[in-house]
C-alpha cells in the first residue's frame, strides 16, 4: 500500500463505530469486524482467533523486526440501569464536546487512537519494523479464552514481538500523568469446611465446621505476607532513563465472604463455606500462594480432623517492566506530544498486561480512567484526539531509537 493510498482515521469516529456495537462481555455484536475493516484497510493481514465463544483478533503488518504490539479488548462491561444514562449507553452520542457510551474510556476509544496513529504514522512513511494488534473480547470477563489463549498460541507458533503498549485507561487525573509498568497478580480461593450436622444440645453426636472455619480465617487474615516489594532499579539515574522508583505496595489477603446457611438456630450446620482474594506483588507466585494456603488448611484440618477441601483460581501473576529504553522511550514519546511526563506506577487491578508479559516488555498508556465502568461512561473528543498524537509519537520514537 502506498503513501498515497493510506486512508486517515479519525479516532473519534472509530470510537463512536465500536461504542455502537454492544458488546457486553461475552458478546462481540460486530466489534471485531468493524476493527477488521478498518486495519485491513491500512494494509494488516488480519487474523481471527475464537476459543469457545471468545472473539480475538491478531493483525500484523510487516514482518521484520522489531514488531511493536497494541494490546486491548472490545469487550465492555453492563451498563447498569439504562434510564440512568444521559444518553443510551451504545449510541455514542457527543454532548459538549464529550462522547458518551459504555466503552468510550474503558477501552474502545484507546484502540481506536491507536488505529488512527497507526495511520497518520503510516501517511508519511512506512516504519522499519513490523505494527500489530493483540485484540480480545474477554478482558472484563474470565480472561480465560482472551488474551491468554492468543498469546499461548502465538508463542507456540515462534512469533516474536518485541514490545508492547496496552491501551487501558492509566492516566489519573489528566492525559499521560501516569503509564502502567507492572500490576499485581490476583488469587481467588474457595475453602469448605465439612463438618457434620447435629442439635446444638448434643454436640457430641456432631461435628462443628464453623469454628474450625473461623479459627482457619484468623490465621489467614493475621499473616503477613510481605512489605511490599521494591524496583530492582530503583535508583536508576535520570541520564539512563529518569528517577523511577516503582515498586508494588504489600499483598493483602481478604476475606470476600462467609457462608454457612443456616436458618435454624439449633442446628449445628453440615459445612461451612468462605471465599477470600490475595492480591499479590512479585514477591509471590500464584503457585507458591496455593501451596501456602493447602498447607494451612492441611494444619486446621489435621488438627480438628474435619475433612477442608479448596478450590484456587488465579487469574495471573505480577508483572513488572523494570526501567529501561522501552519505558524510557514511552515518556519521551509522552512528554513529546503533552508536555508532561508520566510517572511509572504500579497502582490499581489486574490486566492482560499479565499474559503478554510473557512474550515481552509491556507497559499501560491510556485516557484518564476516572469515569470507566461508571453511568455517563465518558471522554472528551479533545482527548481522545490527543491520545492519538500520543500513540503516534510513542511509534516514531519507538522506531528511530529500535
Known amino acids: 500500500m502506498s503513501v498515497a493510498s493510506t486512508p486517515v482515521i479519525d479516532p473519534v469516529a472509530l470510537t463512536r463505530d465500536l461504542i455502537r456495537r454492544p458488546s457486553v462481555t461475552p458478546a462481540d455484536e460486530g466489534a471485531m469486524d468493524v476493527l477488521e475493516r478498518a486495519l485491513t484497510g491500512l494494509g494488516f493481514h488480519c487474523r481471527r482467533m475464537k ?39 451504545f449510541e455514542a452520542e457527543v454532548k459538549d464536546g464529550v462522547l458518551y457510551g459504555r466503552g468510550a474510556v474503558d477501552m474502545k476509544s484507546g484502540i481506536a487512537a491507536w488505529v488512527a496513529a497507526v495511520s497518520r504514522v503510516l501517511a508519511e512513511g512506512d516504519v522499519p519494523g513490523s505494527l500489530s494488534f493483540l485484540i480480545t473480547g474477554d478482558e472484563e470477563g474470565p480472561a480465560l479464552h482472551g488474551t491468554k489463549r492468543v498469546v499461548e498460541t502465538l508463542m507456540a507458533e515462534g512469533e516474536v514481538i518485541d514490545a508492547c503498549v496496552v491501551g487501558e485507561p492509566s492516566s489519573s487525573e489528566v492525559l499521560g500523568d501516569m503509564i502502567k509498568v507492572g500490576r499485581r497478580g490476583s488469587l481467588n480461593t474457595w475453602i469448605t469446611v465439612h463438618g457434620k450436622q447435629g442439635h446444638v444440645a448434643y454436640p457430641d453426636r456432631a461435628a462443628n465446621p464453623a469454628p474450625v472455619m473461623a479459627k482457619l480465617l484468623a490465621r489467614l487474615d493475621a499473616h503477613i505476607l510481605d512489605e511490599g516489594y521494591p524496583s530492582l ?22 476475606i470476600t465472604t462467609i457462608d454457612i446457611g443456616n436458618p435454624a438456630t439449633n442446628i449445628i450446620p453440615a459445612e461451612a463455606k468462605a471465599r477470600l482474594n490475595i ?56 512528554e513529546t506530544a503533552v508536555g508532561r511526563r508520566p510517572a511509572a506506577s504500579t497502582t490499581g487491578g489486574t490486566s492482560d498486561a499479565r499474559f503478554i508479559r510473557a512474550m515481552c516488555p509491556v507497559l499501560e498508556l491510556g485516557l484518564v480512567g476516572q469515569t470507566m465502568h461508571q453511568i455517563d461512561e465518558r471522554a472528551p473528543v479533545a482527548e481522545i484526539e490527543a491520545l492519538a498524537e500520543v500513540y503516534r509519537t510513542v511509534i516514531r520514537i519507538f522506531f528511530e531509537r529500535a
Open 279 to 334: 492480591r499479590f506483588n512479585p514477591s509471590h507466585t500464584g503457585d507458591e500462594l496455593i501451596a501456602w494456603l493447602n498447607a494451612m488448611a492441611g494444619e486446621a484440618q489435621a488438627a480438628s480432623g474435619l475433612q477442608i477441601t479448596l478450590e484456587h483460581l488465579c487469574s495471573g501473576n505480577a508483572f513488572l517492566t523494570e526501567p529501561g529504553p522501552f519505558v524510557t522511550a514511552v515518556q519521551d514519546a509522552v
Open 233 to 254: 532499579n530503583a535508583n536508576v539515574t535520570r541520564a539512563a532513563g529518569d528517577c523511577l522508583s516503582v515498586g508494588f505496595p504489600p499483598s493483602n489477603l481478604e
Open 51 to 89: 476459543f469457545e465463544n471468545i472473539e480475538n483478533l491478531y493483525a500484523r503488518r510487516g514482518t521484520a523486526s522489531p514488531n511493536l504490539c497494541f494490546a486491548g479488548h472490545t469487550d465492555v462491561v453492563p451498563t447498569g440501569s439504562t434510564e440512568a444514562w444521559s444518553s443510551g449507553p
